[in-house]
Structures are given as C-alpha cells and as structure tokens.
C-alpha cells in the first residue's frame, strides 16, 4: 500500500492481473512544480489491471500549470485501460494559491472500470479545461454524499465525452454549477449514458451549459434534462432509452 501517489511528470504504470494497490492517501496526477516561466511539467498514470483504491482524493492536473509556467495548457491524464481503479472522490482541474491556471487535465476510460464513489467534479478554476472522456469500459459514480457529478463548478471548463462504453451516474449531471466563467458540456456520441438527469444550474444561472448528441444513448432515470442553454444532434441519431425513467 501506499500513504499518498504523486505523478508530477513522464508515465507511471500501475496494476497487473491478480495485483492489489491500495492509496490511503491523495493521489495527484500532474501538480504544481515550478514558478519559472514554461517549465511545468504534465503527469501520467496508467491503470493496466488489477486492483487500485484510493481512500481519499484523486487529483489530475490540480495546480498544474499557470500563464506562467504552462501558457499553453497542460494534460496531466489518468488512464484506466484494464482492471479497477476507486477512488473516494475525484476532481479535474483547479488551482489554489495562484491565478490564471491553464490546465487541460483527462480522466479517460478505455476498459476496466473506473469507480468514484462521493464527489465527482470536473473543471474547478477559470482558464482550465477540464475532460472525463469514456472510450470504453465503465465510468460509475455511486454519489455516496448524494452530490451529483458537476461539470464546470467554479468558474472553470468541464466536459463528459462518452464515444464508447458506459457511463452509470447514480445521480444528476449538473452544468455550469459555479456560475459566471463556468461552462459544462455533455458530449455524446457512442456508448450508454445513465444518469437521473441533466441540468444546468441556476442559481446563480450565468454559466453555460450545454449538449450534443451525435449517437450513442441517453437512458434517464429520472426528469431527464432541464435548462440547458443549448442541445444540439449532429451526424448521429440523439436516442433517449426511457425504460428506467421515474417521472
């Protein structure tokens, strides 16, 4: 086991068939290292198989880049490609301690499953961008804390791709949760998409939420979306399953 993972720069590679890794600390993917001009560093941890928990927070790109060290954007990546990986919360993006961050962190799914089982949040500080992208395999949030997953929750960017495989959210997407500079995205275009529904925040309203449908399916449990600023079908059908919806 470990007391806390740290990626600050290059690809660290984690699991193997029959293999058990547990984290009772923080893990961080791609971090603050440097004040000098362009020389931040982007991280990467790879999840080939087995089994790995995280008890505490999975960070990816926190702090991880500024105008300064970083001006073009960083994308500090966690990789789940076989196996498990949990983790008790889990946020992209974000900075605390300094201004204009400009990261571009990704969680992206390409087997296996990745569980998160309380907080989910993705895009946490103005100038950053950040993306859940499932490429196959499972994306679970349990919402054990009954917080829903937030795209875009203060001021910054955040999107959830879904090409392939399954995204099960046992509780709503909510956009644009932060309000003024905050921008939330569903993009979809393969794959299943489960969750109760997909809103954007209005309180205050003055972020930006929006959808794109261009395939893949859209299975609501529950109210389905709600004030969304713009929903849009592209080349693929939008195909909304409601066989599990609760009105």
Avoid at 20 to 25: A, F, K, P, Q
Wanted: hydrophobic letters at 40%.
């Amino acid at each position: 086991g470990f007391g806390a993972f740290n990626v600050a720069q290059g690809q660290v590679t984690l699991g193997a068939e029959g293999q058990s890794n547990v984290i009772s600390g923080a893990v961080l993917v791609g971090l603050n290292t440097t004040t000098s001009a362009g020389a931040e560093t982007a991280g990467e941890l790879v999840i080939a198989g087995g089994s790995t928990v995280c008890a505490d927070w999975t960070y990816i790109g926190r702090n991880n880049g500024s105008t300064t060290t970083a001006p073009a954007g960083l994308a500090s990546r966690l990789r789940v490609e076989s196996g498990m990986f949990v983790s008790e919360n889990l946020s992209l993006g974000g900075a605390v301690g300094f201004a204009g961050y400009t990261g571009r962190p990704v969680l992206e799914i390409q087997g296996g499953v990745c569980t998160v089982r309380a907080v989910l949040y993705a895009g946490e500080t103005l100038g950053g961008v950040s993306t859940l992208w499932v490429n196959g395999g499972t994306l679970r949030h349990l919402a054990t804390t009954d917080t829903s997953i937030r795209l875009g929750n203060s001021g910054g960017e955040g999107f959830l791709r879904l090409s392939s495989g399954v995204a099960d959210l046992a509780k709503d997407i909510i956009l644009a949760y932060g309000g003024v500079g905050s921008t939330g995205t569903v993009e979809l275009s393969g794959g299943l998409l489960i969750a109760q529904n997909i809103y954007k925040w209005t309180s205050p309203g003055t972020g930006y939420g929006r959808v794109l449908f261009k395939g893949g399916v859209f299975r609501p449990t529950g109210g389905g979306m709600s004030g969304i600023d713009s929903v849009k079908i592209g080349d693929g059908p939008a195909i909304f399953d409601t066989s599990l919806y609760v009105g």
